[in-house]
Nanobody, 121 residues
């Protein structure tokens, strides 16, 4: 019932920009928060940007002032606008959502399939 689909990745030169999208199909559930987790080759996933239900955002120091997370509530879609990209930003970017289930009154967490971002020097 819950499905996340990321898109917008690609190959860009250093200093370029990309805009990632994550479309969430969540049925009757309510979204509490959304986040973006890049995973470089051979490394662990790491949260770089998140947005909560009230609209408050948080960023890792490595992307602050370069990346912007936003959401379209009507479309249940979260975006990551990435500017001034660096080679170290190269990774598979995963979308993650925290939802609340009214069926069992509990929170749940889901991941998308990821989208590849490659930044060349």
């Amino acid at each position: 019932q819950v499905q996340l689909v990321e898109s917008g990745g690609g190959l860009v030169q250093a200093g370029g920009s990309l805009n990632l999208s994550c479309a969430a199909s969540i049925g009757i559930f309510t979204i509490n928060s959304l986040g973006w987790y890049p995973q470089p080759p051979g490394k662990q996933r790491e949260l770089v940007a998140s947005i909560i239900s009230g609209g408050s955002t948080n960023y890792a120091d490595s992307v602050k002032d370069r990346f912007t997370i936003s959401r379209d509530n009507a479309k249940n879609t979260v975006y990551l606008q990435m500017n001034s990209l660096k080679p170290e930003d190269t990774a598979v970017y995963f979308c993650n959502v925290d939802i609340f289930s009214y069926v069992d009154d509990k929170p749940y967490n889901y991941w998308g399939q990821g989208t590849q971002v490659t930044v060349s020097s």
